[in-house]
């Protein structure tokens, strides 16, 4: 996570020249030494100064910058970012987040940022005095989060029966891993259900407590992510993908016939 501040400049296309005793030079001396690095699996922000050719902070706060990351293999555009406004005069920054560079591979890409005018034209900012308008920014997987192992529930507890008097039989799997490990807001879960010629209903559930939930089909710890899942004289694999910030994941059933073999979930 880079909390550094990275200069970006903002000049007509005019050469300035430095006058020394050796004679005349072209001003384009480079001004960011700075290795820009963005983390997959945290959230990175990364501050930009900008600049005019006289080194002085320019009020950007009415214009609209964005910053484009490309791959420099294929020269294809991976995303393009609005930058955000900070409180200080001249000062922006680019706000990436674990779901950004979720899908970008870790190595080297290009990256450059333009600023949008009010005539709706796309200008170019210079990242150094030598109207150069793309840099380098590493993508660094260091802290990658893996998805946990498959989970399997191949054994079911009876919470209800109409032996002791409950309206239906009601079987439950243990209380399976959600996201605690992870706790992102695009939490994806896949869940599987392998039955055998069973006709019946699913419920998937939710607990966000700590500590392991209360296994009966009625307790408070749970809550619903989907529910009246009806299945009839089925053998075909059911499944479902959603999206949950939930500690603790399970499964309850009502069969009226046939049986639930297994159940697994990935997330």
């Known amino acids: 996570m880079s909390q ?5 400049y903002l000049y007509e296309d005019i050469i300035g020249l430095v006058v020394n005793t050796n004679g005349l030079y072209v001003d384009n ?5 700075r ?11 990364i501050k930009f100064d900008i600049r005019n050719r006289d080194r002085k902070l320019q009020n950007v706060f009415s214009e609209s910058l ?14 393009t970012k609005l930058l955000e406004h900070t409180s200080d005069i001249g000062q922006v920054k680019l706000v990436l987040d674990e779901g950004d560079l979720r899908n970008v591979d870790e ?6 940022v333009s600023m949008t005018k009010a005539d709706g034209n796309e200008y170019p900012v210079y990242a150094d005095q030598n109207s150069s308008v793309k840099f380098q920014i590493e993508i660094d997987t260091q802290l990658k989060h893996e998805p946990v192992e498959t989970q399997l529930g191949n054994t079911f507890t009876q919470v ?3 032996d002791s008097g409950d309206p239906a039989n009601i079987f439950t799997t243990s209380a399976l891993f ?16 392998y039955p055998s010629a069973y006709t019946g ?3 998937i559930q939710g607990s966000c407590i700590e500590n392991t939930p209360n296994s009966d089909e009625a307790s408070t710890d749970w809550f619903n992510i989907e529910s009246n899942i009806s299945l009839s004289a089925s053998s075909d694999i059911y499944h479902k993908t959603f999206t949950v910030n939930a500690n603790w994941i399970r499964v309850i059933h009502t069969p009226e016939s046939g049986t639930i073999n297994q159940i697994l979930i990935r997330n």
Do not use: C, E, W
Not at 29 to 33: E, H, I, Q, S
Not at 178 to 193: C, E, K, M, T, Y
């Open 4 to 8: 550094g501040d990275h200069r970006l």
């Open 29 to 33: 001396r480079p001004m960011n030494n």
């Open 35 to 45: 290795k820009l690095i963005a983390h997959k699996g945290m959230y990175n922000q």
């Open 66 to 79: 964005s910053a484009t990351l490309i791959n420099p293999t294929t020269r294809r555009r991976i995303f």
């Open 107 to 112: 190595g080297l890409y290009t990256i450059y």
């Open 160 to 162: 209800a029966s109409t």
């Open 178 to 193: 959600g996201n605690q490990d992870r706790n992102f807001s695009h939490a994806l879960h896949s869940i599987a259900v």
């Open 201 to 203: 209903n699913l419920t």
